[in-house]
């Protein structure tokens, strides 16, 4: 009997793996179906399943569910019907803003696509409906709860639809970005901010991207909720252990709940918590875990470069030498961070020099196995600057695929460690992946290389800083590197709106206030206004921790702009030098962040130029006058000393008090973005906090170098991006490309599909990111090439 029991269960197991096999070959196949339709044929299609859903609950009495069931079809086929059109005129003049036939990509093109995947769904889904709403097995509450999920997503879709269609008629031609005066930027994203987000966040979390990742956003969503939790607590990421953040079963299984917190989290938190979150990544445990399924490479040291100012030969004339200083911005002379990573021990790596350089990384580990035999010196050079948001993470959360690069590659690594934001706002990371770039250079032979090829590479926050480090490069006269590859770098960092950071709405890796908090603390103006319910979320020692971190950030201003004022006045007295033409080279970026238009500025003036005085409404723009065009008139020549970060504080003040008088007044201007009748969900979550106006210091090129002058965008090298389709960042690597490429500079834009921001830290999770982490490599190759031996494209 329990022979033939045993039996019986394990038929019916079986049968229930068939049953669940067949359902999942046919929903790939309806998925591909789906997927080849055309707009209008989907939509016609999805209206008629719709209605005749409609029709068939709504004879089905007055039971609750099934007048919710029915209420439901009828809202898809209202805003299906609504949103046809809006995607239709946008997917018409979509080709206009592509880099090249080859290259179709821009936000436009993304934006219409992640409308058709949740159309693609929720026709799946009214078919599934409609096929099984008579079985006794049809779980109503399951689907009606997925049914209204992606509703609200599709009126949000709807939403942005009109929004991108606004920016379409602001914009000029072929420009993606929102123009407009300061205030009309700001009225469009307060309007945007107020629109409910948390559908995204639960049972449509990832739709639009491969469902290979939507397990892993499921996991990090859980685990940013709990750790949300913590940090109520005052748990400030601070001896929160990994298993800890992924306990709250409530989260797991209350999609709804997770999505509402996840959206108050996005909303309300500041960039503090943020830092804590991402950072987790560098737990011994998660660093670990990561590793072990990493390349093993013979070489993984962190180094600390001493702040010593060295000599670097001219490009232009080697027998003349250019000063390197060591950082000085905000926090003085400091040493710098690199970890050098090789898979094999070269020559030079383990010399006496190299090894006093050495900083370790805590307690030994005795290793038994034999010295290994050393290679040669290779010819290249990696330079890699990581991503975080300038806020966040490390070499060591990017040593998984930095080991593989060093493998695939045969060249060393060397990744640096930047000051992070807010503690180290702009221009240290600058200045600090500057000077260990030209000593780098300097220095090639220690780190097993020639040097004969350079490559700088990075991804987000790192790709902005290759394209900074370059500019600064050939600013100064020095070796500019031979190629850059950049993954979803960040090209504009001022607060404007595009097509594809629309997309923010539902990204959860890149939220919209998130990007801006980070930003804002890059800037050096994050805001220091917390609502009451922050302060109560922080509590008292994180508020304690936090007025602290202020104040020791306001006095490292004060006592960075004096030492400045210092070493300049003591440099005009001293300067007498055989090199007269590399002297307006000589001085950092920090310097000349510090000199004001009209001269030198005395030590009381600088004091005062704190946070609050950098959060400003405006800038020196006219509001009628193109963006584009004004960063190419007013940043001048582009030389280091030429270039200001701030404005002064009196003009600052005038210009606020201008803006504030001419938008008092004004009403705003985006409400009629939406046509009669349509109303979006908006948020339950109060006022999103983040800064609506971008400060001045944004838009220089050494911080947005996507509004560079023609003049500094010709000096920089060869450059390969590598972005996303569905990343809110899209636009900036589009743009920026489209300029190199209308100046006759070389770029190549390869986009990769259905994966989100950052797939760089999620190389080993799936086919797709594989791929797509191969193709940077392949990016990288291309540089490292000798020209003469370049294979084809």
Request: aromatic content about 8%.
């Amino acid at each position: 009997m329990e022979s033939a029991g045993a039996t019986s269960k394990n038929a019916q197991e079986g049968s229930k793996s068939r049953n669940r096999r067949r359902w999942r070959q046919a929903k790939a196949k309806a998925s591909r179906l789906i997927h080849s339709m055309d707009l209008r044929t989907m939509t016609q299609s999805l209206v008629t399943l719709a209605e005749d859903n409609m029709a068939f609950f709504s004879s089905q009495g007055p039971g609750e569910t099934a007048r919710r069931l029915s209420s439901v079809f009828a809202g898809v086929r209202e805003q299906a019907l609504g949103l046809e059109p809006a995607l239709g005129s946008l997917l018409g003049v979509a080709h206009l803003f592509d880099l090249d036939p080859e290259t179709p990509a821009n936000g436009y093109r993304s934006l219409v696509h992640t409308a058709r995947c949740c159309l693609a769904h929720l026709l799946h889904k009214s078919r599934y409906v409609a096929s099984n709403r008579r079985s006794i097995f049809f779980r109503t509450s399951h689907n009606l709860a997925e049914l209204e999920a992606y509703l609200a997503a599709l009126t949000q879709l709807r939403a942005l639809a009109y929004y991108a269609q606004r920016l379409l008629a602001t914009n000029r031609p072929g420009w993606l970005f929102f123009e407009g005066d300061e205030g009309l930027t700001a009225d469009f994203l307060r309007e945007y901010v107020t629109l409910h987000k948390g559908c995204f966040y639960g049972r449509c979390l990832g739709f639009q991207f491969t469902p290979a990742i939507r397990p892993f956003l499921q996991t990090i969503s859980i685990g940013l909720v709990s750790f949300g939790e913590h940090y109520k607590r005052n748990e400030t990421g601070l001896g929160v252990t990994a298993s800890s953040l992924f306990t709250s079963g409530r989260f797991a299984i209350d999609p709804e709940l997770r999505g509402a917190e996840f959206e108050r989290i996005t909303q309300n938190l500041d960039v503090h918590f943020w830092k804590a979150f991402w950072n987790i990544t560098e737990i011994e445990v998660l660093s670990s875990l990561a590793n072990m399924t990493s390349a093993t490479v013979r070489v993984s040291r962190l180094l600390s470069l001493p702040p010593e100012a060295f000599e670097m030969p001219l490009s232009s004339d080697p027998k003349l030498t250019v000063t390197i200083s060591p950082p000085l911005a905000h926090t003085g002379p400091g040493p710098v961070l690199v970890r050098l990573i090789s898979y094999d021990l070269r020559e030079g790596q383990d010399s006496e020099e190299l090894c006093s350089l050495v900083k370790s990384e805590g307690p030994r580990i005795l290793e038994l196995r034999p010295r290994p035999q050393q290679t040669s010196r290779s010819r290249s050079l990696v330079v890699h600057f990581h991503g975080g948001g300038f806020v966040a993470q490390t070499s060591k959360s990017h040593e998984p695929y930095l080991k593989s690069w060093a493998q695939e590659l045969g060249a060393p690594i060397i990744s640096i460690d930047y000051s992070l934001a807010p503690e180290a706002p702009f221009p240290r990371a600058l200045e600090e992946c500057f000077f260990a770039y030209c000593w780098a250079i300097k220095h090639c032979a220690l780190l097993g290389s020639t040097g004969e090829r350079i490559c700088l590479a990075g991804d987000s926050a790192g790709g902005n800083l290759c394209f900074t480090v370059a500019l600064r490069a050939a600013a100064y006269g020095v070796r500019v590197p031979d190629g850059i590859m950049a993954a979803y770098p960040a090209t504009m960092l001022q607060s404007a709106a595009s097509p594809s950071r629309l997309l923010s709405l539902m990204d959860p890796l890149l939220p919209l206030s998130v990007l801006s908090k980070c930003v804002s603390a890059y800037a050096g103006a994050e805001t220091e206004e917390h609502s009451n319910s922050d302060q109560k979320a922080l509590g008292m020692m994180g508020l304690v921790q936090r007025d602290t971190s202020l104040l020791f950030r306001d006095l490292r201003l004060g006592a960075s702009s004096w030492l400045n004022s210092f070493l300049e006045f003591s440099g005009q007295k001293s300067q007498k030098t055989s090199v007269p033409t590399a002297e307006s080279m000589r001085r950092s970026v920090s310097e000349a962040a510090l000199a004001q238009p009209e001269g030198p500025v005395g030590t009381d003036s600088l004091k005062i130029l704190t946070l609050k005085d950098l959060n400003l409404k405006s800038s020196s723009e006219t509001s009628d006058t193109p963006e584009m065009s004004l960063s190419v008139e007013t940043l001048g020549p582009s030389t280091p000393s030429d270039v200001n970060f701030f404005l002064r504080p009196e003009d600052a003040r005038e210009e606020v008090e201008a803006k504030e008088g001419s938008t008092k007044d004004s009403s705003p201007r985006v409400g009629n973005a939406f046509p009669e009748g349509f109303h979006p969900r908006r948020s339950s979550q109060g006022a999103t906090q983040m800064p609506l106006y971008s400060s001045p210091i944004v838009k220089n090129p050494f911080m947005s170098p996507l509004l560079a002058p023609d003049s500094m965008l010709k000096t920089l090298p060869p450059v390969h991006i590598v972005a996303c389709a569905l990343d809110p960042m899209l636009d900036d690597s589009v743009m920026f490309a489209r300029r190199l490429r209308s100046l006759g500079q070389p770029v190549t834009l390869r986009v990769v599909e259905d994966l989100p921001h950052g797939f760089l830290s999620l190389a080993s999770l799936c086919r797709e990111t594989r791929q797509a982490a191969e193709l940077c490599v392949e990016r990288i190759r291309l540089i490292l090439t000798p020209p003469a031996t370049t294979p084809p494209l």
